[in-house]
T-cell receptor, first 112, second 117 residues
Framework: DQQVKQNSPSLSVQEGRISILNCDYT??????FLWYKKYPAEGPTFLISISSIKDKNEDGRFTVFLNKSAKHLSLHIVPSQPGDSAVYFCAASFGGYNKLIFGAGTRLAVHP | NAGVTQTPKFQVLKTGQSMTLQCAQD?????MSWYRQDPGMGLRLIHYSVGAGITDQGEVPNGYNVSRSTTEDFPLRLLSAAPSQTSVYFC????????????????FGPGTRLLVL
């Protein structure tokens, strides 16, 4: 049973607009959430994280929102750029940062 | 810093062969881990280590062995490769994020693509 779900396999957005990537989880014990970006033939690269005591975290163009009651988090990218085109993975952990549970990923395409 | 390095980049094995995937990090991180990524799925934890001499199983440990004799190195061994082990393997080490928010994350290597025939 998937504990972390990314229900949209792909997303296409125009350059300059907002990209919203969604992630749902089932385990209420998760206390830390992360987003990674992955280009082909490379390892995942850390983007941004949020702990369960917060509902928002911002870093430049990237903002992560956490809705604990809905067990839902989202990543907003504003404005989107062609270089943002990649696969984005949502991940969660509990009791520390050791064991990450990943979603299946969403492929974002940002077109001019 | 080179970060997390993995060798080889790509490997083809026949069923029953053995091999070792190498992983090294130069960030002095205590925690290291191995994940595999399969099409349509997220990364899944195979084994992890919280320091030299200490290892434990993750979500999908069967068919894999690990050992940790130094802080820097964390090799993954396939003793008898099976087609089901065809995958992309990522090694990671855990450290502070570079955003200065007192949080940690895992830093991943570039991956090893393994094909078992």
């Amino acid at each position: 049973d998937q504990q972390v779900k990314q229900n949209s396999p792909s997303l296409s957005v125009q350059e300059g607009r907002i990209s919203i990537l969604n992630c749902d989880y089932t385990n209420s014990m998760f206390d830390y959430f992360l987003w990674y970006k992955k280009y082909p033939a490379e390892g995942p690269t850390f983007l941004i994280s949020i702990s369960s005591i917060k509902d928002k975290n911002e870093d430049g163009r990237f903002t992560v929102f956490l809705n604990k009651s809905a067990k839902h988090l989202s990543l907003h990218i504003v404005p989107s750029q062609p270089g943002d085109s990649a696969v984005y993975f949502c991940a969660a952990s509990f009791g520390g940062y050791n064991k990450l549970i990943f979603g299946a990923g969403t492929r974002l395409a940002v077109h001019p | 810093n080179a970060g997390v390095t993995q060798t080889p980049k790509f490997q083809v094995l026949k069923t029953g062969q053995s091999m070792t995937l190498q992983c090294a990090q130069d960030m002095n991180h205590e925690y290291m881990s191995w994940y595999r990524q399969d099409p349509g799925m997220g990364l899944r934890l195979i084994h992890y280590s919280v320091g030299a001499g200490i290892t434990d199983q993750g979500e999908v440990p069967n068919g894999y062995n690990v050992s940790r004799s130094t802080t820097e190195d964390f090799p993954l061994r396939l003793l008898s490769a099976a087609p089901s082990q065809t995958s992309v393997y990522f090694c990671a080490s855990r450290g502070w994020t570079r955003t200065g928010d007192n949080q940690e994350t895992q830093y991943f290597g570039p991956g090893t693509r393994l094909l078992v025939l």
